[in-house]
């Protein structure tokens, strides 16, 4: 399954022509834009009522167990009328005022706690982001969390069970949807507890992901002399990988250090080997 995008190209980056890997997955930021081209599963129904696909995400609603979302839509009729129009990004989704009762509503940099093994004390894990859906199935697969900077504050000894946190202290992690509880009084709370929440996958974006792909790239050495050759781009986690190399194993080589960079779910590799 393929997803319609507009074409892109730029100095170190591949061509993208019509479509983005069905691996993709979109992040879903409140205040942001949203594309609805880019999520293949929005029930036809609601996609007509989308004039151009494009608008601000205003509300955002999750359903944890389901991982289905549903968010409103902000969209620009005219130069000074805007609509709102709620989008399901799957069948099944809530979409009716009823229906999102049910649907726990998410709001910008809400508190995130966790919990210990026992259920019995919270601990304060850092704030909300976002969530990130998977472009195919429009269902949530990471809840985007910012983790403090300072959780070693409230560690007064190793055993403590937010030492857990110290090791991921101020960076994004994408942790499983399943794990919101519940939210009460504008701070969600998680079914896990500090060990659980750092081991989440650590998200970055895609130009950080770029990043990370040319510096690792670039401390291979047997790719060093070749990577005047390589082009590469990121969309939505998916790695569009060109350009040539001169041997298979180079091929290989390179992407074995693709996978290794965090964010990534795809490969496109478009090289040439000579």
């Known amino acids: 399954m393929a997803i319609n995008l507009p074409s892109s190209q730029g100095a170190g980056e591949v061509s993208i022509d019509t479509t983005i890997n069905e691996h993709a997955r979109i992040f879903l930021q409140l205040g942001k834009p949203f594309n609805s081209e880019r999520v293949a599963s929005i029930p036809t129904t609601y996609r007509n009522k989308v004039e151009g696909g494009k608008g601000q995400i205003k509300r ?3 359903s ?3 991982g289905q979302v549903t968010i409103s839509l902000s969209i620009r009729k005219s130069l000074l009328g805007k609509s709102d129009e709620i989008l399901p990004l799957s069948a099944g989704a809530a979409a009716s005022p009823s229906a999102l009762q049910s649907a726990i509503e998410l709001h910008p940099r ?5 919990t210990d093994e026992h259920q019995q004390a919270r601990y304060r894990v850092g704030h909300f982001e976002g969530l990130t859906v998977a472009a195919r199935t429009g269902l949530a697969n990471g809840l985007v969390v910012q983790v403090r900077a300072h959780p070693e504050a409230d560690v007064t000894r190793p055993t403590d069970p937010q030492a857990a946190l110290v090791s991921v202290a101020g960076r994004r992690l994408a942790l499983s949807p399943a794990w ?8 969600i709370f998680l079914s896990a507890f500090p060990a659980q929440v750092a081991s989440g996958v650590e998200y970055l974006d895609d130009l ?5 792909l040319w510096a690792m790239l670039a401390e291979n050495p047997a790719l060093q002399p070749y990577l005047a050759s390589l082009k590469i781009d990121v969309r ?3 790695v569009y990988l060109g350009g ?3 041997m298979l194993r180079l091929r290989n080589s390179a992407r074995q250090d693709i996978w290794h960079v965090p964010g990534v779910v795809a490969i496109e590799d478009t090289l040439r080997i000579d």
């Open 60 to 62: 955002l609603w999750l």
């Open 64 to 66: 944890p167990q389901s």
């Open 110 to 114: 809400m508190p995130v706690f966790c």
């Open 180 to 187: 919101v509880k519940a939210v009460k009084q504008g701070e």
């Open 208 to 212: 950080q992901v770029r990043e990370r």
């Open 236 to 238: 939505d986690g998916v």
């Open 244 to 246: 040539r190399l001169p």
